[in-house]
């Protein structure tokens, strides 16, 4: 079992009544977050802009730090979130994100294009619905053609979206189970599958799960919740440049999203990811042994 050396810092409570009181948290932010979203509405651009801030304020942001302020003596610390990353480690963490694209567009449409079996169609059709309504919050959330529509874009599902759910899954969520499961690849795959599970888009699920397992590596591999902060909201912010000049009738944008569908570009992504992810790895082990985490 690989046991972990840097997620250090000390819990008043067990790893197991950590979880708990994360959990009870969460489920009371959900609710309350659900009522004001309910108040607000989601019939124009502004509710809509409005009720995903609130969403990424309440239901993420503050189960995790109500619970870390509780259960933690340095909350900042037992988050990862008290130093910056090496300027190697982000460095290679943005570029695996760059090089990843093509790879990660066939997955895409790969888990797009799952069919359930026909008695099971009902259930399909359900969930592609929820799809489309997933995908029409987002164009609503951008709402126009206007450069100020894309920077309040940017800010609301790149770096709003970036920071509150990093915080919530990699800081906080994952941060615990560590502490409970007291392995560290087991903890960061069990929080990419609630982060992927949660986002309730089950044909985006497999290349969701992936995403999220990447940022939890990016913690272990850094030291730092910043460094997966960053590469979510550049991600995010990608896809909503992309949707943006989709919308101002530039169909290069659409090539690029559709680009990696040819299998030449696919092998040579999936190469450079996986030389990305070996030079994060040995940077990482050349931290840790320089300062003995």
Request: glycine share 6%.
């Amino acid at each position: 079992m690989t046991t972990i050396h840097s997620w250090h810092g000390q819990l008043r409570v067990k790893p197991a009544q950590s979880l708990i009181l994360f959990i009870c948290w969460w489920i009371l932010s959900w609710v309350l977050g659900s009522i004001l979203i309910t108040r607000i509405g989601i019939e124009t651009t502004m509710s809509v802009r409005l009720a995903t801030i609130v969403q990424d304020i309440v239901m993420f942001v503050l189960p995790t730090l109500m619970t870390m302020l509780l259960i933690a003596q340095r909350p900042m610390r037992t988050m990862n979130a008290d130093q910056a990353p090496a300027l190697s480690v982000g460095l290679f963490g943005i570029i695996t994100l760059v090089v990843s694209i093509p790879w990660m567009n066939s997955l895409v449409l790969w888990n797009e294009n799952l069919h359930f079996p026909e008695s099971l169609s009902s259930l399909e059709q359900i969930l592609r619905n929820a799809e489309n309504n997933a995908e029409i919050l987002v164009n609503t959330i951008i709402g126009g053609t206007d450069i100020s529509d894309l920077v309040i874009s940017i800010l609301i599902i790149g770096v709003l979206t970036g920071i509150s759910e990093e915080l919530f899954f990699r800081g906080g969520l994952q941060s615990i189970l560590v502490r409970s499961t007291g392995n560290i690849h087991a903890a960061i795959w069990l929080t990419a599958f609630v982060f992927s599970a949660v986002h309730m888009q089950f044909f985006g699920f497999f290349p969701r799960l992936l995403m999220g397992a990447f940022f939890g590596y990016l913690l272990y591999w850094s030291n730092s919740l910043w460094l997966p902060v960053l590469v979510h909201a550049l991600n995010n912010s990608i896809v909503v440049t992309l949707t943006w000049l989709g919308t101002r009738g530039y169909s290069e944008a659409l090539l690029f999203e559709n680009f990696g569908i040819d299998w030449q570009w696919c092998l040579a992504s999936a190469v450079l990811t996986a030389l990305s992810v070996w030079r994060l790895i040995r940077f990482s082990n050349r931290m840790k042994r320089r300062y003995k985490y």
